[in-house]
């Protein structure tokens, strides 16, 4: 297959630090959208796959899926998109298109298995995907979203990964006036949770481990906020709550937050600690609750979470960077110093 040579910031191996290299990328399909990577967030799955956690990183890697760029070249049979237009891409890049799943527009379960915009299998050229550190990015029209004109592009680019692995659940749980809605961990999925979860109308309380967040959760929004080692304001909501979305990346005890739901409530768990979770039988048969699951969304619903954002006004608190600076962007990003997402401006890394 025909291919393009391509500037893009990756690393061959877990203890290397992350560098300019240069990748191949399939030239346009008939089907395929090009654009030029404008900005890239900085999502803790991008730190879990360049350190390994999950033991299925392939190399080299280009981190990068939450991508906003603008139509640089359309193939012969794109109806969606023009030279010029801006674009985003998430974490979805292709899937079978024909099983329930796909039909049904929850391609994150394709049957056959979906295609991540990085580290995954790539079904059309062979080899593995490349993210959005890099200058140009191409896929199939299907996948690719229609960015509305956010004041503020940059800080938009997160909704394409935390905004949609946020919104989902929100929205399938049922975030509404009247529900009590969790919301366990205060980073880059966290913050927006609580600016989702307010536009939805419902009342939000958060949970966090650092004593700063405290106050800087009600500026976000949230109704209440906890430090979680407070045992007493912890226990204040004791079967009071509808839902938690439970957004932490490391291990933790979940059975804290089951004993917070109501009857019939869940436990949504969002975040991805490499470990194995444990959870008390008593924890869950009593109140008939239940700990569950999500991964972030279908490409129909993703486009709505953007619509719903625009709409709403909400972007992440960002910190903008340039590429130079995105090993220590990770090294912040894993002691939790980030106010809420770091965003690269691909423009700093020169063609
Ligand atoms: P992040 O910005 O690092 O936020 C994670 C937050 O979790 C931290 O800010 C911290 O909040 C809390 N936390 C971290 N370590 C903790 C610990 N040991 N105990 C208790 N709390 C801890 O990460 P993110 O980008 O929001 O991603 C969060 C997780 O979701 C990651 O595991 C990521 O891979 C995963 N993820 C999943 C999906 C999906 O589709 N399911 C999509 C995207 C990301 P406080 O300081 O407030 O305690
Ligand atoms: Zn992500």
Not at 33 to 48: A, K, Q, R, T
Not at 231 to 256: C, G, P, Q, W
Not at 268 to 286: H, Q, R, T, W, Y
């Amino acid at each position: 297959m025909e291919t393009k040579q391509v500037k893009a910031y990756g690393k061959e191996s877990v203890t290397q630090p992350l560098h300019e290299m240069t990748i191949s990328r399939r030239a346009i399909q008939p089907h395929d959208v090009e654009f030029e990577v404008l900005y890239c967030g900085i999502c803790h799955s991008d730190l879990h796959q360049i350190k390994n956690d999950f033991s299925h990183t392939m190399w080299p890697i280009v981190p990068g899926h939450e991508i906003v760029g603008r139509v640089t070249a359309v193939g012969g049979h794109v109806k969606g998109f023009k030279v010029g237009d801006l674009a985003a891409v998430g974490c979805i890049v292709d899937s079978c298109g024909h099983c329930e799943y796909c039909e049904d527009g929850i391609e994150q379960f394709c049957d056959e298995g979906v295609t991540f915009s990085f580290n995954s299998e790539d079904k059309v050229s062979g080899g593995h995907t490349f993210g959005g550190f890099s200058k140009t990015y191409v896929c199939n029209e299907k996948y690719v979203l229609k960015m509305p004109s956010f004041e503020n592009l940059a800080a938009a680019a997160p909704l394409l990964c935390a905004g949609i692995t946020v919104y989902s659940p929100l929205k399938h749980w049922g975030a509404a006036p009247g529900k009590k809605v969790g919301v366990l961990g205060i980073g880059g999925l966290g913050h927006l949770a609580i600016k989702i979860a307010k536009a939805m109308g419902a009342e939000v309380i958060v949970f966090t481990t650092s004593p700063n967040k405290v106050e800087d959760a009600k500026r976000l929004g949230a109704d209440e906020a906890v430090l979680s080692s407070d045992a007493e304001a912890m226990s204040k909501y004791n079967r009071k709550l509808h839902f938690i979305i439970d957004t932490v990346s490391a291990k933790h005890d979940v059975n804290t937050y089951l004993n917070l739901l109501r009857p019939d409530g869940s436990v949504v768990l969002v975040g991805l600690p490499p470990e194995a979770l444990e959870i008390g039988a008593f924890n869950v048969v009593s109140g008939r609750k239940s700990f569950s699951g999500s991964n972030i969304g279908g490409i129909a619903e993703t486009q709505e979470m953007l619509d719903f954002c625009f709409k709403h006004n909400i972007v992440a608190e960002s910190e903008i960077i340039n590429i130079d600076y995105v090993n220590t962007a990770f090294e912040r990003l894993e002691k939790g110093d980030v106010h809420y997402r770091f965003v690269i401006d691909m423009a700093s890394l020169n063609q």
